[in-house]
């Protein structure tokens, strides 16, 4: 089954959060072995998963700190995918005071920690001549959304086009590089936030499963001939 996780070791970081733990649920029931990662180490949905029977272990680490990334994955045996999730979406104005040390904060966390983690995986993947690296991406990135702030839309902006450069490099050795990009979705990331949902062409705001089968599917080798892609699943919100 070109669908199966099976076998496959994947790592997912946010994990504790509506995306990342809804990824973990899906990739568990694919079968695959789970390492999932969060600042504080995610056991609730690790529990919640070991009682269906599935192997996962996990990590606390901030993806901001480069050499935290990096020793957690040189410890890693063997990794086949990586989902980089972790993400903060600040709803400030930029007018604050505060608002240049919050987009340092955004970038920091949304666009250089997904390099930090991609980094090492990367030359794992590489040396392996063989992984799937998803990002998982914005709305944001692509048409400014439709409450982003500019700090969050720069990063998820710079996230698409890492896409591009790293799957150009990451191609000859089997390692496909490919985003997600949200809409808004029903996380705890907007929660008291209200939108208009009448912009959205399907009326609603994603559930945490409609962004994450999307992701399980890149991580499959259905995606096998999907290289430097951002699949947007937003509701009709960008029409690519």
């Known amino acids: 089954m070109p669908f199966s996780l099976k076998g496959k070791v994947v790592v997912i970081t946010g994990a504790a959060g509506g995306i990342g733990s809804e990824t973990a649920r899906v990739c568990a029931g694919l079968g695959a072995t789970l390492i999932l990662v969060d600042v504080r180490s995610p056991h609730e949905i690790a529990d919640e998963l070991r009682g269906t029977g599935a192997s996962v272990q996990t990590a ?3 993806v901001r700190d480069r050499k935290a990334c990096e ?32 987009f340092h904060e955004t970038v920091d966390i949304n666009a250089l920690g997904v390099v930090n983690v991609l980094r090492p ?10 992984g799937r690296m998803v990002l998982v991406s914005s709305v944001a990135g692509r048409m400014g959304g439709l409450k982003a702030s500019p700090h969050y839309v720069i990063a998820k902006g710079g996230v698409n086009a890492l896409v591009k450069w790293l799957a150009r490099k990451g191609a000859p050795y089997g390692v496909t590089v490919n985003a997600v990009a949200p809409g808004a979705t029903a996380t705890n990331m907007v929660r008291n936030q209200v939108f208009d949902e009448q912009a959205i062409p399907l009326g609603r705001m994603a559930t ?12 499959s080798d259905a995606a096998s001939y999907i290289c430097g892609t951002i699949l947007d699943v937003n509701g009709g919100v960008y029409m690519n």
């Open 208 to 219: 945490p499963r409609e962004i994450a089968l999307p992701i399980a599917f890149l991580c």
């Open 60 to 62: 606390a680490f901030d």
């Open 121 to 130: 995986a990367f030359e794992k993947m590489t040396q392996q001549r063989a």
């Open 71 to 102: 020793d957690f994955l040189g410890q890693v045996p063997r990794l086949d995918v990586i989902v980089a999730n972790a993400g903060y979406c600040p709803w400030d104005d930029w007018n604050d005071p505060e608002w240049d040390d919050v």
